[in-house]
């Protein structure tokens, strides 16, 4: 069975050749990501991996169906970029990870608001141009602030569990509470409260018609001044013009991203010798208090490792007639 892989790098490269031996697929990693005007590069393959940025709106699987394609084999746990009603009406199965590591992404997490608390990302620059200086480097202790957990899946609560570590108080708001963060000693309270009372809120939930834009203007107007927001899960959670002028004004104190709405043709790629184009990420990129990194979370050893092996396993068993991990059955 041949399989293209649109977006892989080479990180995906060797994670999907160590996995593959025991299938023995036939593998065509492609760089380029799938959009309209590369969709004809998957003709003939009966499979498409597609990754977080990849283009699966109708248009893109309307060609994909002509050309032969019946399987989406997403490599990512998110399905929130594909037309699962235009997938379903052309006959495409589309299968997911659900779960790989929480570990990694929460962790990222955390990584994040330690290096902003601490300013580890100005204290590492400093140090390396010879500058021992400690001005502006104050920093706050974790230990009994509250951290505000929005969305208790995989991801939040083991976020949530490294935080109570830390010796800080958990609130979580999640329409499905997750028992686990109550067994940690978190509770549970409505948006409102968990605005209102965090330090840090960190975003753990997926991007639907109820969760777009869930940190807007009003909400950050809701937020305590000076507090830190944390967004691993995907960009369109903010409204991104709404958080520069928050961050002018100092309502938001700290603010470390992974993911950005526009992500899609900026993140992945290296363009140091271009001029950024995206003015609000430009913008971002100047406040010493935050701090971007792209859509990197997932990439650990383990997590790559565990993407490789189910994409696999949920391609293999939708061509023994018994998808697995499937979105659209
Ligand atoms: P999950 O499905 O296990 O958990 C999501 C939780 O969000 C669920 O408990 C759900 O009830 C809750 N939720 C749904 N609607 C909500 C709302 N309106 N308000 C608050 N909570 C709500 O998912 P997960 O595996 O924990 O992943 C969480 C998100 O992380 C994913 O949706 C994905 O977007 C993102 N993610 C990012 C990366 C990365 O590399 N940055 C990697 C993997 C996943």
């Given at each position: 069975m041949r399989i293209i892989l649109f977006s892989s790098q080479n990180h995906d490269r060797e994670s999907f050749l160590a996995a593959n031996p025991q299938h023995g697929f036939e593998l065509h990693f492609q760089q380029a990501p799938l959009r309209l005007d590369t969709?004809?590069?998957?003709?003939?393959?009966?499979v498409v991996c597609a990754f977080v940025n990849d283009d699966l709106s109708r248009p893109v699987l309307e060609q994909l169906a002509a050309g032969g394609t019946r399987l989406i084999a997403l490599?990512?746990?998110?399905?929130?970029?594909?037309d699962l009603a235009a997938a379903r009406a052309l006959g495409l199965a589309v299968v997911r990870v659900p779960a790989y590591s929480p570990y990694a992404v929460a962790e990222h997490a955390v990584g994040l608001v330690l290096a902003l608390c601490r300013h580890l990302h100005r204290a590492y620059n400093r140090t390396r141009e010879g500058d021992f200086s400690l001005h502006g480097l104050t920093g706050f202790d974790l230990f009994g602030k509250t951290v505000g957990v929005i969305g208790t899946g995989q991801i939040g609560v083991v976020f949530a569990r490294i935080m109570a570590g830390f010796g800080c108080r958990v609130l979580a708001y999640d329409p499905y509470p997750n028992p686990e963060v109550e067994a940690i000693g978190g509770q549970f309270v409505d948006l409102d409260r968990l605005l209102g009372e965090s330090d840090i809120i960190s975003l753990h939930c997926p991007l639907n018609d109820a969760t777009?834009?869930?940190?807007?203007a009003n909400s950050l107007q809701r937020m305590k001044r000076g507090s830190m927001l944390i967004n691993s899960s995907r960009g369109a959670l903010v409204d991104t013009p709404a958080l520069i002028e928050a961050l002018k004004s100092g309502q938001l104190g700290y603010l470390g991203l992974d993911v950005y709405e526009e992500e899609a043709d900026i993140f992945f790629a290296d363009r140091s010798d271009l001029p950024l184009q995206d003015d609000v990420l430009a913008r971002l990129l100047t406040f010493p208090n935050v701090i971007i990194t792209a859509h990197q979370a997932f990439l650990t050893n383990e997590a790559l490792a565990a993407i490789a092996e189910t994409t696999l396993n949920n391609i293999a068993a939708w061509r023994k007639g018994a998808p697995v991990n499937q979105v659209n059955g």
């Open positions: 969709a004809a590069l998957a003709m003939g393959f009966e490599r990512s746990a998110g399905y929130n970029h594909v777009r834009h869930l940190v807007n």
